[in-house]
T-cell receptor, first 110, second 113 residues
Framework: RKEVEQDPGPFNVPEGATVAFNCTYS??????FFWYRQDCRKEPKLLMS???SGNEDGRFTAQLNRASQYISLLIRDSKLSDSATYLC???????????FGTGTRLTVIP | DAGVIQSPRHEVTEMGQEVTLRCKPI?????LFWYRQTMMRGLELLIY????????DSGMPEDRFSAKMPNASFSTLKIQPSEPRDSAVYFC???????????FGNGTRLTVT
């Protein structure tokens, strides 16, 4: 059983659209969550951390729902450069013992 | 900073051969992680080290896999003997603190025929 579940997509959206991804996790005691971005044939890179109160970084908003055990990523005003795979990550022990989802693939279409 | 450096970038080998993957973490980082990524299973943690000491190797698939970190600037992941199901991209990552983001290397794409 995967600890972290994501919809693999693909999500194909037009430029300028708003798109949201959800990710469910299994360990109710987990404290830290992240979204990583991975471009084709590249390494994953940290996009943003997810805080209990929710956090925003420009066009990106991440939220955590502990009651339902899911985290979300919202991308507003999608750009072509947002095309990538977005990985949901759960840190179960707080010691960088990270569990990665299999990723959600996003393609932004001109 | 050069980032996490992995070698080789690509490795093609025949079943039964020994494969050694190498990683140089970012200078000053004291935690190092080896991950394997496949389409079916995504990113899986194989093993990680803190201060050169293996902390959790429960993700290592079987005895054919072994990892070492002889010093703070070098780690190896060895597969002996290799099998076609080992074909994947192997990533090394490092971090300075337990609550800091991971920095990944470019990965080694392994193909076992």
């Amino acid at each position: 059983r995967k600890e972290v579940e994501q919809d693999p997509g693909p999500f194909n959206v037009p430029e300028g659209a708003t798109v949201a991804f959800n990710c469910t996790y299994s360990n109710s005691a987990s404290q830290s969550f992240f979204w990583y971005r991975q471009d084709c044939r590249k390494e994953p890179k940290l996009l943003m951390s997810v805080y209990s109160s929710g956090n925003e970084d420009g066009r990106f908003t991440a939220q955590l729902n502990r009651a339902s055990q899911y985290i979300s990523l919202l991308i507003r005003d999608s750009k072509l450069s947002d095309s990538a795979t977005y990985l949901c990550v759960e840190d179960q022990t707080g010691a960088n013992n990270l569990f990665f989802g299999t990723g959600t693939r996003l393609t932004v279409i001109p | 900073d050069a980032g996490v450096i992995q070698s080789p970038r690509h490795e093609v080998t025949e079943m039964g051969q020994e494969v050694t993957l190498r990683c140089k973490p970012i200078s000053g980082h004291n935690s190092l992680f080896w991950y394997r990524q496949t389409m079916m299973r995504g990113l899986e943690l194989l093993i990680y080290f803190n201060n050169n000491v293996p902390i959790d190797d429960s993700g290592m698939p079987e005895d054919r896999f072994s990892a070492k970190m002889p010093n703070a600037s070098f780690s190896t992941l060895k597969i002996q003997p290799s099998e076609p199901r080992d074909s994947a991209v192997y990533f090394c990552a490092s971090t300075a603190l337990s609550d800091s983001p991971l920095h990944f290397g470019n990965g080694t794409r392994l193909t076992v025929t």
